[in-house]
């Protein structure tokens, strides 16, 4: 008769205890902020980052954001850091926009959006272009005020940080520190780094048999290209360790319609922040969930800084 709780685990010998080894996998979810181009002047750092979570607390997770984002007026709509952050200068046009109900503020918005598309027809049509594209990107947003809009990424920050079993991995790699003409490989370090450091963390403090997969967000990241250097690391290790316990190349994946990677959009664009501007409201709601040494030492995170020498906090707690 098939007994599998008599089985002995071929591993550590335990009986009941081996059923763990079922419930040892995990996701990292990875997204980026900015880009690795340093002609692209709209930031100073570029981010990498990853979530990592037991897929056994996926589920929950997944409803904890769906749920505070129903609660909070924005129920199927994706989770969209950068856009949702920013100022609509059209709100700011209308009077007493705040007493209006969520639908007077969506007309409101879409009548002073036509007013700014007529006037940018009159400068070019790359004006209007742009426009357009930024309406599009934040068109689910309009009728939330931007103290609202800014209230539900920092719940969502809190949500993460009182998640126990989840760690924060991300690489921020100052472009004034970069080769100009090398924007794919820094995009390959970068991952290599929170490759590294997942693979790690699943060997020291995930001990039992724990393997991981990689979830990368499909739209801003050469697919072909880092599923080639996943088969090299395979093969030969990364600079810095084997991978042990990375199963597969990364999943691509839609992030509008995938929660965790939404969550490590939120992620990675606290860390530009942090770094570009010095904003640690939402930094500093997530900034104790990057992976720590035992003794403390900072792992999770790293500011890439090449040979200049920078004493900033992270690169401090890093060690560096
Ligand atoms: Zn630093």
Redesign the pocket.
Known sequence: MYAPERDACDSCGAFKSCLRRFFSMYAIYVDESGNPDIKDYTSKHYIVAGVSTPLKSWKAKDKAIRDSLTKNRLDGIELHTAWMARIFPEQQRIPNFIALNDEDRRKSVLIERKKDIAKASIISDRAIRSLRNNYKKTKDYIHLTHAERVNILQEIADIVASWGDVKLFAEAQQKASLDPDKPDKYRSIALEQVTTRFNTYLENACPFEAMGILVHDQNQANSLQLTGQFREWHKLGTKFARLSRIAETPLFVDSSLTTMVQVADLISYAVRRFFDVNETNLFDRIYSKFDRKPNGVLVGLR?Y?GKVN???R??VDHN?
Request: with cysteine.
């Open positions: 500011h800084t920078c004493k900033c992270v690169c560096r």
